[in-house]
């Protein structure tokens, strides 16, 4: 091993925005190049403008900010092998195609859409493996003229030689690729726009790239940058060393798709996750801190991974667990920032608008629940019943307490309550038991429940005698007065 300074990229495309497996291919990045105090490079791989949008780009961005992973060399900060956005290197892409055909490494192709389906055919027919079978590696002056007076363009494309690429695999362990079955592939298009395989071989060297930590899917396709590097000159030893992280699979253990969780980062934002959480649980798919440890911090991650500790075998998707570690992360937020997280749901959902009185109520409210949600997104359902101007009892709710019993139970909490002096969580508890537990011999769930019910407008609430005491006596008492109504 040599001792060159560690450079890991980030390399997406963000025909949408990035979702759960790009996400984690950027973590083990971030986190290889922070464990070995090297250089954490993100790049935009955008050379297929109809699909790559600047909006996608920029929202890429925007969630790797969000979580944290912070760029060394990249869009925004630069850095010494910039640009860093391939659309703006395409000059560089010309030059290597050029030289690879001056070379003889790559060859212009002239085959038509429909010959190349015509050999597909043909192939699947005879049952041999599909992919280009060679047509013009060796044209003649005659047969190009007779092409370009046809108007045909070209395309560029990499000759293999005949023979196998074989590399080492920092995960798989040695893994070899027969070159009878990566064909002669296209760098450059009709058009002139360079193709992935090129623009990724090509700025991986350029940019000094070592390790290449990225999703198994891209496995098949190293050999083809293998063979842009042998084009390209670079020394074996320099060439990056790969680590293919295993597929993510959902719950079905099919591959992660939007039914069974591959959603957008964005999402996971919007319906309350922390960035810590997110990280820790992306984290736990294919890697793990030992000891049976699911928790883990950033700082953590940075001390502890190793690509030794990444396992080959796939990793699943589970968002019940997600949903775990966040509550955790929740619960272990300090009040503060437990406050500073809970506003923008509050306010997004009209809960309240910030004013001075509402704040001091929420800072009051929020410590009880902090020990009861998993994600963010529940903090407005469960404080609304304290702000909102019209207060009304869910529909499903309002069923539960039209009954006798019911009635029973409200009149006789009406009664006692009334009666309070000091109106505080404590006092609350004691005349509501006596009334309703001794007296009326209820038992609890039936008996708390309806006022819950009554007071709160749900039967899913944060504890009933905080929250009572937190409405304030008129208002509970005011809607115990209204649900006998009911
Ligand atoms: N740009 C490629 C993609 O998003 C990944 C490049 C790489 O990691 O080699 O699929």
Same mark, same amino acid.
């Given at each position: 091993?040599?001792?060159?300074?560690?450079?890991?990229?980030?390399?997406?495309?963000?025909?949408?925005?990035?979702?759960?497996?790009?996400?984690?291919?950027?973590?083990?990045?971030?986190?290889?190049?922070?464990?070995?105090?090297?250089?954490?490079?993100?790049?935009?791989?955008?050379?297929?403008?109809?699909?790559?949008?600047?909006?996608?780009?920029?929202?890429?961005?925007?969630?790797?900010?969000?979580?944290?992973?912070?760029?060394?060399?990249?869009?925004?900060?630069?850095?010494?092998?910039?640009?860093?956005?391939?659309?703006?290197?395409?000059?560089?892409?010309?030059?290597?195609?050029?030289?690879?055909?001056?070379?003889?490494?790559?060859?212009?192709?002239?085959?038509?859409?429909?010959?190349?389906?015509?050999?597909?055919?043909?192939?699947?027919?005879?049952?041999?493996?599909?992919?280009?079978?060679?047509?013009?590696?060796?044209?003649?002056?005659?047969?190009?003229?007779?092409?370009?007076?046809?108007?045909?363009?070209?395309?560029?494309?990499?000759?293999?030689?005949?023979?196998?690429?074989?590399?080492?695999?920092?995960?798989?362990?040695?893994?070899?690729?027969?070159?009878?079955?990566?064909?002669?592939?296209?760098?450059?298009?009709?058009?002139?726009?360079?193709?992935?395989?090129?623009?990724?071989?090509?700025?991986?060297?350029?940019?000094?790239?070592?390790?290449?930590?990225?999703?198994?899917?891209?496995?098949?396709?190293?050999?083809?940058?293998?063979?842009?590097?042998?084009?390209?000159?670079?020394?074996?030893?320099?060439?990056?060393?790969?680590?293919? $992280?295993? @597929?993510?699979?959902? &719950? #079905?253990? +099919?591959?992660? %798709?939007?039914?069974?969780?591959?959603? *957008?980062?964005?999402?996971?934002?919007?319906?309350?996750?922390?960035?810590?959480?997110?990280?820790?649980?992306?984290?736990?798919?294919?890697?793990?801190?030992?000891?049976?440890?699911?928790?883990?911090?950033?700082?953590?991650?940075?001390?502890?991974?190793?690509?030794?500790?990444?396992?080959?075998?796939?990793?699943?998707?589970?968002?019940?667990?997600?949903?775990?570690?966040?509550?955790?992360?929740?619960?272990?937020?300090?009040?503060?920032?437990?406050?500073?997280?809970?506003?923008?749901?509050?306010?997004?959902?009209?809960?309240?608008?910030?004013?001075?009185?509402?704040?001091?109520?929420?800072?009051?409210?929020?410590?009880?629940?902090?020990?009861?949600?998993?994600?963010?997104?529940?903090?407005?359902?469960? $404080?609304? @019943?304290?702000?909102? &101007? #019209?207060? +009304?009892?869910? %529909?499903?709710?309002?069923?539960?307490? *039209?009954?006798?019993?019911?009635?029973?139970?409200?009149?006789?909490?009406?009664?006692?309550?009334?009666?309070?002096?000091?109106?505080?969580?404590?006092?609350?508890?004691?005349?509501?038991?006596?009334?309703?537990?001794?007296?009326?011999?209820?038992?609890?769930?039936?008996?708390?429940?309806?006022?819950?019910?009554?007071?709160?407008?749900?039967?899913?609430?944060?504890?009933?005698?905080?929250?009572?005491?937190?409405?304030?006596?008129?208002?509970?008492?005011?809607?115990?007065?209204?649900?006998?109504?009911?």
């Amino acid at each position: 091993m040599s001792n060159k300074e560690v450079r890991v990229r980030f390399a997406p495309s963000p025909t949408g925005e990035l979702h759960v497996g790009n996400i984690r291919t950027a973590l083990f990045d971030w986190a290889y190049a922070r464990h070995t105090g090297g250089k954490f490079v993100f790049r935009i791989e955008d050379t297929d403008t109809e699909r790559v949008t600047d909006e996608y780009i920029q929202a890429a961005l925007g969630t790797l900010r969000w979580l944290g992973l912070d760029w060394d060399e990249g869009p925004e900060v630069g850095g010494p092998y910039g640009p860093y956005l391939q659309s703006q290197r395409l000059d560089i892409y010309a030059k290597y195609a050029k030289q690879f055909l001056d070379e003889g490494f790559a060859y212009h192709c002239y085959c038509s859409a429909e010959e190349l389906e015509a050999v597909r055919e043909a192939q699947r027919a005879a049952n041999v493996a599909p992919g280009y079978n060679g047509h013009c590696r060796n044209l003649t002056s005659e047969q190009i003229a007779a092409y370009v007076a046809e108007g045909r363009k070209p395309v560029v494309r990499m000759l293999m030689p005949e023979g196998s690429t074989t590399f080492t695999d920092l995960i798989r362990g040695e893994v070899s690729f027969d070159h009878n079955f990566v064909p002669d592939f296209v760098l450059v298009r009709a058009d002139g726009s360079p193709l992935y395989t090129l623009a990724v071989a090509v700025d991986d060297v350029l940019m000094k790239i070592t390790h290449v930590l990225r999703g198994e899917d891209l496995l098949s396709s190293t050999p083809r940058q293998i063979r842009v590097y042998q084009a390209m000159g670079v020394a074996p030893e320099d060439y990056p060393l790969f680590a293919h $992280l295993p @597929f993510v699979m959902g &719950q #079905d253990n +099919a591959k992660l %798709s939007k039914r069974n969780g591959e959603v *957008s980062i964005a999402w996971y934002r919007d319906a309350g996750y922390l960035p810590e959480a997110i990280c820790n649980y992306l984290a736990l798919l294919g890697w793990s801190p030992g000891e049976d440890r699911e928790d883990v911090t950033m700082k953590e991650l940075t001390e502890l991974f190793t690509v030794e500790r990444v396992h080959s075998s796939p990793a699943r998707f589970d968002i019940k667990k997600l949903e775990a570690i966040n509550g955790d992360k929740i619960r272990a937020l300090t009040p503060n920032s437990f406050f500073d997280w809970a506003m923008p749901f509050l306010t997004r959902a009209n809960v309240v608008t910030g004013t001075a009185s509402e704040i001091e109520l929420v800072k009051k409210a929020l410590p009880i629940i902090q020990e009861r949600i998993a994600t963010l997104s529940e903090i407005p359902p469960m $404080l609304k @019943f304290l702000f909102t &101007q #019209d207060f +009304a009892v869910e %529909s499903d709710s309002a069923s539960k307490i *039209s009954d006798e019993q019911s009635k029973k139970v409200l009149q006789a909490s009406l009664d006692r309550l009334a009666g309070l002096t000091e109106w505080n969580h404590a006092a609350i508890e004691s005349v509501l038991r006596a009334a309703l537990i001794e007296e009326l011999g209820l038992k609890p769930r039936i008996a708390f429940g309806a006022v819950r019910i009554a007071v709160t407008g749900s039967h899913i609430s944060p504890p009933l005698f905080e929250s009572m005491e937190l409405l304030g006596a008129a208002k509970s008492l005011e809607r115990i007065k209204a649900a006998l109504l009911i």
